[in-house]
């Protein structure tokens, strides 16, 4: 596997939610609005990188039985550490995420990819490796939050969890998308209101995913109608070339 | 009154603040249970029993220990280390004493180390419950009680579900909705329902 | 800034110590496939439950 490889596979191909469904808790909990599912992915991209690294510089020295306990130990401290930047400087997304920041401890993903790719391989890879599922882990959950930011406000607001020092701004409304055709609209008090609420979000998940497997299986359909030409082809070629066969051991028969 | 105090964190545990329908905590094993009833059972007694424990002891940890000395700032690994030696402490003791317990209950013991609902709790013992001029026994024994009814309502959900899983295989699901998005929305129409609840209290 | 080492120690050798010990204590002979079927019904091995 290249190094591009190793980075680009956790964006689409290996997706920690939308394939391997790993961290649903985060998933579904703080992707109320666009900003904490970003400030969340990069508090975790942040864990993982790192966690990554570290467990991948020690591994010589680890026995392998108390394998688990020290990855768990490693994890644990990398996130106390963001727990307390945030704490620090971000205090809105400290209070937004509330217990769901320490909880990015037993988020699976993490201790996965510590098990499976960072205690096998060097540390530039694992680097690599933790980088690209993080982001992977991040798009996912961004693409979760637009949803339903947009769906229950009508728009996406930026600056209002993360420190940017301005003033929040809306990125995209509805309005504004509306305005491009017909000029002072407004639609005041627009917004699905369930999809701020607990139902709201698994609903949205629940839509998402079933995009993703229906891609999937209309992909699936198409390589195995592609297999089936294939085999159907080889046979004929090879009947085509049985009858030849017996055409000349005829012909060789008639003289 | 102490009895008052006891059954409204159960009731706000259990139903109002459901641990899966609304806080969001322990999706996988939600997910990932199987459609058999007795490993719902089990799953949820293992979790209820360890996060019981767990909670007794990480706010006894966080109350004597970690604010006495100044130290509130590493609960999180506090926390964590307490919560899988107890699970490594448990699983040790049921499998030397009991083969029938370890049977139904010990198997689904070591997934419980990375399960959220457990650190959840612990975790929300403290942002919710604790603070400063609280006596230690009050504030335990409301811990203990949001514990009993977090637990409590995880098994509710996961046993529920288990039953819905069953109907749902046999159903004719279309091919993309099939497994874990028909999954999500069920417990969408779940957590609506229990939306309903919150006027209890 | 000695305290936080010390808790923190301790609870490391703790955790360390029952883990050590739980690794030596033989999972009973009977349980074994069914060890294995529970790891389905959680995260570390997701999958399997769905795909089979």
Request: aromatic share 10%; charged share 15%.
């Given at each position: 596997?290249?190094?591009?490889?190793?980075?680009?596979?956790?964006?689409?191909?290996?997706?920690?939610?939308?394939?391997?469904?790993?961290?649903?808790?985060?998933?579904?909990?703080?992707?109320?609005?666009?900003?904490?599912?970003?400030?969340?992915?990069?508090?975790?991209?942040?864990?993982?990188?790192?966690?990554?690294?570290?467990?991948?510089?020690?591994?010589?020295?680890?026995?392998?039985?108390?394998?688990?306990?020290?990855?768990?130990?490693?994890?644990?401290?990398?996130?106390?550490?963001?727990?307390?930047?945030?704490?620090?400087?971000?205090?809105?997304?400290?209070?937004?995420?509330?217990?769901?920041?320490?909880?990015?401890?037993?988020?699976?993903?993490?201790?996965?990819?510590?098990?499976?790719?960072?205690?096998?391989?060097?540390?530039?890879?694992?680097?690599?490796?933790?980088?690209?599922?993080?982001?992977?882990?991040?798009?996912?959950?961004?693409?979760?939050?637009?949803?339903?930011?947009?769906?229950?406000?009508?728009?996406?607001?930026?600056?209002?969890?993360?420190?940017?020092?301005?003033?929040?701004?809306?990125?995209?409304?509805?309005?504004?998308?509306?305005?491009?055709?017909?000029?002072?609209?407004?639609?005041?008090?627009?917004?699905?209101?369930?999809?701020?609420?607990?139902?709201?979000?698994?609903?949205?998940?629940?839509?998402?995913?079933?995009?993703?497997?229906?891609?999937?299986?209309?992909?699936?359909?198409?390589?195995?109608?592609?297999?089936?030409?294939?085999?159907?082809?080889?046979?004929?070629?090879?009947?085509?070339?049985?009858?030849?066969?017996?055409?000349?051991?005829?012909?060789?028969?008639?003289? | 009154?102490?009895?008052t105090i006891f059954a409204t964190a159960i009731i706000s545990a259990m139903l109002?603040?459901?641990?899966?329908?609304?806080?969001?905590?322990?999706?996988?094993?939600?997910?990932?249970?199987?459609?058999?009833?007795?490993?719902?059972?089990?799953?949820?007694?293992?979790?209820?029993?360890?996060?019981?424990?767990?909670?007794?002891?990480?706010?006894?940890?966080?109350?004597?220990?970690?604010?006495?000395?100044?130290?509130?700032?590493?609960?999180?690994?506090?926390?964590?280390?307490?919560?899988?030696?107890?699970?490594?402490?448990?699983?040790?003791?049921?499998?030397?004493?009991?083969?029938?317990?370890?049977?139904?209950?010990?198997?689904?013991?070591?997934?419980?180390?990375?399960?959220?609902?457990?650190?959840?709790?612990?975790?929300?013992?403290?942002?919710?419950?604790?603070?400063?001029?609280?006596?230690?026994?009050?504030?335990?024994?409301?811990?203990?009680?949001?514990?009993?009814?977090?637990?409590?309502?995880?098994?509710?959900?996961?046993?529920?579900?288990?039953?819905?899983?069953?109907?749902?295989?046999?159903?004719?699901?279309?091919?993309?909705?099939?497994?874990?998005?028909?999954?999500?929305?069920?417990?969408?129409?779940?957590?609506?329902?229990?939306?309903?609840?919150?006027?209890?209290? | 800034?000695?305290?936080?080492?010390?808790?923190?120690?301790?609870?490391?050798?703790?955790?360390?110590?029952?883990?050590?010990?739980?690794?030596?204590?033989?999972?009973?002979?009977?349980?074994?496939?069914?060890?294995?079927?529970?790891?389905?019904?959680?995260?570390?091995?997701?999958?399997?439950?769905?795909?089979?």
């Amino acid at each position: 596997m290249t190094k591009k490889e190793n980075f680009l596979k956790g964006f689409f191909k290996e997706n920690p939610i939308f394939v391997f469904l790993l961290g649903m808790c985060p998933a579904l909990a703080v992707t109320t609005t666009f900003e904490t599912s970003l400030g969340m992915g990069l508090l975790v991209v942040f864990v993982l990188t790192s966690s990554n690294i570290v467990v991948s510089l020690v591994k010589k020295w680890i026995p392998h039985d108390v394998r688990t306990p020290s990855y768990i130990v490693i994890i644990a401290t990398f996130v106390t550490v963001v727990k307390m930047l945030t704490e620090a400087y971000a205090i809105d997304l400290y209070d937004a995420l509330g217990v769901f920041l320490p909880l990015i401890v037993v988020n699976c993903l993490i201790l996965g990819r510590a098990e499976a790719f960072a205690s096998k391989n060097k540390v530039i890879d694992s680097a690599i490796d933790g980088l690209g599922m993080g982001l992977g882990f991040t798009l996912g959950l961004v693409f979760i939050g637009i949803l339903r930011e947009f769906l229950a406000t009508g728009g996406i607001m930026f600056g209002v969890y993360l420190p940017i020092g301005e003033a929040p701004i809306t990125l995209v409304s509805l309005d504004m998308i509306i305005n491009l055709f017909n000029a002072n609209f407004h639609i005041s008090d627009y917004g699905i209101k369930v999809f701020t609420l607990a139902p709201g979000a698994f609903i949205a998940l629940g839509i998402i995913l079933a995009v993703f497997q229906f891609k999937k299986s209309r992909v699936d359909r198409k390589l195995a109608i592609a297999k089936m030409e294939m085999i159907a082809e080889k046979k004929r070629i090879a009947l085509e070339k049985k009858k030849l066969a017996a055409l000349k051991l005829a012909k060789a028969g008639g003289k | 009154m102490s009895f008052t105090i006891f059954a409204t964190a159960i009731i706000s545990a259990m139903l109002i603040n459901n641990v899966i329908l609304s806080q969001f905590l322990g999706i996988c094993p939600f997910l990932g249970v199987s459609k058999k009833s007795s490993a719902a059972i089990g799953m949820s007694a293992a979790v209820l029993f360890v996060m019981v424990i767990s909670s007794a002891v990480t706010y006894t940890l966080y109350d004597l220990v970690l604010y006495q000395y100044g130290i509130p700032y590493i609960s999180t690994i506090a926390f964590i280390l307490v919560i899988a030696s107890l699970v490594q402490f448990v699983e040790m003791f049921i499998k030397k004493t009991s083969k029938s317990l370890y049977k139904s209950l010990g198997i689904y013991l070591p997934l419980i180390t990375t399960n959220c609902a457990i650190l959840g709790v612990s975790e929300g013992n403290i942002t919710n419950i604790w603070t400063e001029t609280m006596p230690y026994w009050e504030g335990l024994f409301i811990a203990v009680s949001t514990a009993v009814g977090t637990g409590l309502g995880f098994g509710l959900i996961i046993f529920a579900f288990s039953s819905i899983r069953e109907k749902l295989d046999a159903s004719n699901v279309p091919a993309a909705w099939k497994g874990v998005p028909i999954s999500l929305v069920v417990a969408g129409i779940m957590s609506l329902a229990f939306l309903g609840l919150a006027g209890i209290i | 800034m000695l305290v936080p080492i010390i808790v923190i120690g301790t609870l490391v050798l703790v955790y360390v110590g029952t883990y050590a010990l739980n690794k030596k204590v033989p999972i009973p002979e009977e349980c074994r496939d069914l060890t294995d079927a529970a790891t389905c019904t959680a995260c570390h091995n997701f999958t399997c439950s769905y795909k089979k």
